[in-house]
């Protein structure tokens, strides 16, 4: 069974910053794309947020926080990590990483983590 551990939310008001990470077991990191997704609070379905390929060539996010999330990767830990800026209100929602056969839309993928609540507020 294969464990991705999600973390890093929490609650911060608009205008600020939480960087979330998840720690993926190795032989998942090196061989697969990965990414970021979140439900947002009333709605049944999963976002994407931002996905990276295998490697870290191909980055991308989705429209509403481009410029304002970065998706990165630390190889060495197999830690792939979210960095969120600007927070704003509709950012609020629970956050779950993601690996291997990983697609924006539909949203999906082999792999998910637990997920982890942010939530922003004015």
């Known amino acids: 069974q294969v464990h991705l551990v999600d973390s890093g939310g929490g609650s911060v008001q608009a205008g600020g910053s939480l960087k979330l990470s998840c720690t993926i077991p190795?032989?998942?990191?090196?061989?697969?794309?990965m990414g970021w997704f979140r439900q947002i609070s009333g709605k049944n379905v999963a976002e994407w947020v931002a996905?990276?390929?295998?490697?870290?060539?191909?980055?991308s996010y989705q429209s509403s926080v481009e410029g304002r999330f970065t998706i990165s990767q630390e190889t060495t830990k197999n830690i792939l990590y979210l960095q969120m800026n600007n927070l704003i209100i509709n950012d609020t929602g629970v956050y779950y990483c993601?690996?291997?056969?990983?697609?924006?839309?539909?949203?999906?993928?082999?792999?998910w983590g637990q997920g982890t609540q942010v939530t922003v507020s004015s």
């Open positions: 996905v990276i390929s295998v490697g870290g060539g191909g980055i």
């Open positions: 993601a690996a291997c056969q990983v697609s924006a839309r539909p949203a999906a993928a082999k792999y």
């Open positions: 190795s032989d998942i990191f090196s061989r697969c794309g």
